[in-house]
């Protein structure tokens, strides 16, 4: 009996080790991370660097997904099946950094942004679709919509049907 007994004890502090382990391996670090020269957007499959504007991830716990634009990133999201999971968003904040160049220091929560959308006039380009700066500072979004006629939208102000117009908009200002 005394030999069972050692086994079931041994098997009971063995079980109770791994259940003090599993949290650990759950809690992976769901902040930002700095985009690569050879990182792919996730939507459309192109070279995210390539482009200037605002960057846009997705970072869950099994993996991160990385978007060429801050659009890019919200089409995505809005789609019913993207929303689902506890996903953490990112955008670059603008008012931190170079247009051509955003600083990946400066990613800051994607749902407590301030969004200026209608850029299609401006000198500011993007990746393919609607361009929309993100910004942590409000003053600053507002600022940057003033000099080119935009407006500024929260993150649960924007929905498919802005990004589109969005997108239209741009598409026309480049013909």
Not at 2 to 30: D, H, R, W, Y
């Amino acid at each position: 009996m005394k030999p069972l007994f050692k086994t079931l004890l041994m098997l009971v502090i063995g079980l109770a080790l791994l259940a003090c382990n599993e949290p650990e391996s759950e809690q992976k670090n769901l902040g930002p991370v700095a985009f690569h020269d050879t990182d792919e957007c996730h939507a459309c499959g192109m070279i995210i660097t390539d482009f200037p504007g605002p960057k846009g991830q997705a970072m869950e716990k099994a993996s991160v997904k990385k978007f060429c634009s801050a659009a890019e990133m919200l089409g995505w999201w809005l789609q019913p099946e993207n929303r689902i999971g506890s996903a953490k968003l990112y955008v670059h904040d603008m008012g931190s950094g170079e247009w051509a160049k955003p600083d990946d220091s400066h990613l800051i929560d994607a749902s407590s942004a301030f969004y200026v959308v209608g850029l299609a006039d401006s000198e500011l380009k993007g990746a393919m679709g609607a361009v929309l700066a993100s910004f942590a500072d409000e003053q600053a979004a507002r600022k940057l919509a003033a000099i080119h006629g935009a407006r500024v939208l929260r993150f649960e102000e924007i929905d498919q049907d802005v990004l589109q117009q969005a997108a239209a908009a741009q598409h026309m200002g480049m013909h």
